[in-house]
C-alpha cells in the first residue's frame, strides 16, 4: 500500500462526504438541496483547475511524466471512473427526494410534459422566445464558442419519420439562451417552476414538429480557469491579470458533461464540432449546473431548513465605544460565524476615525463585494492617516474583484502594493499603529479572510491583541510586505516561506524526544488540507515514537491514518455540517509545555514553501484553553464527524449509541451564548 493517498482522489472523498449531507435523512430539505449545490460547485471548479492541470500534463513528454512518477491521463480515467459514481448518487437524491419534496412544500419542479398550460406557455414564450439562439449545421458557420459554465440544448431536426431511433441521424442543432435576467428557473403564479432547459424543450418542439423533445440533450462544457501567467517576473502582473481574465471564459475544454440518454453517434458528433477530447467526456443527467438552485433556496416555508442560528454578540467588544481599549485590556478571541463579524468592522471604522492613529496596515486576499472593511480603510486614508494594504490579485476567481479594490484604495489616498512574483501573500493581518505616547498598537491576526459575508458561513477565529511582542512581529512582517527586503526575524510568529516549516517541525521534533523518553506527548492538529510530503513522514516518524496525534482535516487528506506499522497512534476525522470548516488550529501539548497555534496556512507544500503565510502563538492561557477545548468537543462529535481511519474511510465516526450525541458545531454556539466573557 501507497504511504500517501492521491490529493485528487482524496479531494473526491471530501466531494463525498458532502454529498453524504444531502443523502443525509435527518438534513431539512432545502439543507440537502444546498448540498447537491456545493458537490455540483465544488466539482465545476475541480475541473476547472485540478482536471486541467493534470491534462495539461498529460500533453507533456513521456519523459517528464515519468518525473512526476504517475501517468496523469490515467488518473484523469480513474477521476471519471469515482465521478461517474458518486453522480449516480446525486441523481438519485435528486430524482428521489428533492423532486417529490419540493413537490409536497407547494413548489413542483414542473417537467416539459407537467408545463402544457396555456397560461404557462404563454408566459413561457414572452420570457423566453425571444432569446433563444439556435445554430444548425446547415448554417454554413461555425459553432458556437461556449463559454465555460455554459449549458446548452443539443437537439437533432429530423428530415423525415426516423429510421433508426438509435442512430439519431437528422441535422445536429445548439440552442443556447442569451438572457441572463431570467436566471435557471420560471417561476408560475402558483408557486410551479420549471428549468429553463425544459421551457426551451417545449418551445422548439412547438415551433418546429421536426425537433421532438425525446431529442434534445442538454450538454455543459467546462474549460481551463488557469490564468497561465507565464511571465509573471516581468510583466505590469495587474495587466496580465485583466488580459488573462478576458481568456478564462474560453479556455482550453477540460470536461464536456454530457446527458446519459444521448446516443453515442450524436456524441461524438458533438465533441468533434466543440473539438473536445472523448477522454474530457463525463457523463451526467438531463440537467447540469446544479449551483443554480442556490437561488431557490430561500423560497417555502421556514421547516424547509436548519433552524436559525443568529450571530451572538461578542462579550467583551461588542457594543462597545472603545473596542482598542478592550483589548488593550487583555487579548480577545472572535468566532464567526457562531459570533457577529461586526468587532473586526467597528475596530476599523474606530481607527479611521481616531486622531491618534498613525498607520493602519492589512492584507487583503478576498474581501466581500460593497466591504464595510475597504470602505473604512477608504475613509481613514481621507481623514490623514497612513493606510499601506497588500492586495493579493492571485487569489483565484476573485482576480477582478481584487483589481477593483485596488483601484479603490489607491483613488482614496492608500499606498496599495499587490503580487510578488512567484508567491502569494495568504496571512491575514491587520495592524494598527498609534502616535508614541497614545499606548500600545494593536493587531489582528486571523485564521480566515476579512470577509463580512463569508464570515456567515465560515468557521473561523480571529486575534484581537496588543501583545506588544505579538504586534512588533506583525509590524515586522507589513515592513517586508512593503518594502521587499530581507524576510522578517520574529520573535513568536512563525512565517512562511522561511520558518513556519521548521517552526512545526520543531514542535513534533520536541513531542518525539518526550514520547522516546515515556513522557506525555499529543498533537491535535485542525486543517483544511494535509497534503506536504515532508510533513506527513514526520507525522508518521512521532507516531512510530509514540505521540498521539489527533487530526481534524476538512478535505483533502494524503495522510493514511490509523495503519499499523506505518501511523496507527494517528486518528483523522473531517466534520461538515451547516458552516464551512476553515480555521487552522495547532496544538503542541507535552508535560511541561503545551503551545496553542491559530494559522493562515494548512500543511500543504504551497502553504510552506511558496506563501507567505502566518502562524501566531495564543499567548493568553484561557484563550489558548478555550482553542484546545473547542478541538476537544470537535473529536467527539457524533453526529457530523467522518473517520479518515484506512479502516473505516468517510463513515461516521464515533457511533456508539450509547454515548452522549455531540454536534460540536451546534455545542460550540451555545457554549459561546454561554460565555463568561473571557473571549
Known sequence: MDAYRNRELSWLDFNERVLQEAEDVRNALMERLKFLAIFSSNLD????????????????????????????????????????????RFGKVFRETVIPGLARAGMPLLSPQQIGQDSRLRHIERTILPHIQLWTESDGTPPPLLKDGETVLVSLRASSVWEDVAARSGELCISRLHFPATGRFIQFDDGAFCFVDDAVRVLLSQQDPSMEMSAMWAVKISRDADLHLEDEFTADLAKLIRKSLRKRETGRPTRLLYDGHMPLLVLRRVLELLHVDMLDAQLGGRYHNFSDFFSILDRGPAE??????????????????????????????????????????????????????????????????????????????????????????KARFDEASNLSVMERLREAGAIVETSRPGIKVHAKLVHIRFARGSGRDVALISTGNFNEKTARLYDDVT?????????????????????????????????????????????????????????????????????????????????????????????????????????????????????????????????????????????????????????????????AASLKDWLELQLSDTEKARTLNEMRYNLYANKDESALRVRAQIERYHQLAASDGLD
Open 45 to 88: 471548479e475541480f475541473y476547472r483547475v485540478r482536471v486541467a492541470g493534470l491534462r495539461n500534463l498529460g500533453r507533456v513528454s513521456e519523459r517528464k511524466q515519468q518525473r512526476i512518477g504517475y501517468a496523469p491521463d490515467a488518473l484523469v480515467r480513474e477521476i471519471q471512473h469515482n465521478v461517474d459514481l458518486l453522480q449516480a
Open 304 to 393: 424547509l431548513r436548519d433552524e436559525p442560528m443568529p450571530p451572538l454578540p461578542h462579550p467583551v467588544l461588542s457594543g462597545n465605544n472603545d473596542i482598542v481599549a478592550r483589548i488593550r485590556d487583555g487579548d480577545r478571541l472572535l468566532h464567526v460565524p457562531h459570533q457577529t463579524y461586526a468587532p473586526v468592522i467597528d475596530l476599523l471604522t474606530e481607527a479611521a476615525m481616531r486622531d491618534d492613529v498613525e498607520e493602519i496596515r492589512m492584507t487583503v486576499y478576498r474581501v466581500s463585494s460593497d466591504s464595510e472593511i475597504i470602505n473604512a480603510l477608504c475613509d481613514a486614508a481621507r481623514h490623514g492617516i497612513r493606510v499601506f494594504v497588500f492586495v493579493e490579485l
Open 463 to 623: 486575534l484581537f491583541t496588543a501583545e506588544p511582542g505579538v504586534t512588533s512581529d506583525v509590524g515586522r512582517v507589513f515592513d517586508y510586505l512593503e518594502r521587499d527586503d530581507i524576510p522578517p526575524v520574529t520573535s513568536h510568529l512563525l512565517v512562511a516561506p522561511n520558518e513556519l516549516r521548521k517552526g512545526f517541525e520543531g514542535e513534533v521534533e520536541a513531542l518525539r524526544s518526550e514520547a522516546r523518553k515515556g513522557r506525555h506527548a499529543r498533537m491535535i492538529l485542525k486543517m483544511n488540507s494535509l497534503e506536504d510530503p515532508e510533513l506527513i513522514r514526520t507525522l508518521y516518524a512521532a507516531s512510530g515514537d509514540g505521540v498521539q496525534i489527533d487530526l481534524i482535516v476538512r478535505g483533502i487528506c494524503c495522510l493514511r491514518a490509523g495503519v499499523p506499522g506505518l501511523s496507527e497512534n494517528i486518528r483523522a476525522i473531517s466534520i461538515l455540517d451547516r458552516f464551512l470548516e476553515h480555521a487552522r488550529v495547532y496544538v503542541f501539548e507535552r508535560t511541561e509545555r503545551e503551545v496553542v497555534y491559530l494559522a493562515s496556512a494548512d500543511w500543504m507544500t504551497r502553504n510552506m514553501n511558496r506563501r507567505i503565510e502566518i502562524a501566531a502563538p495564543v499567548l493568553d492561557g484561557r484563550l
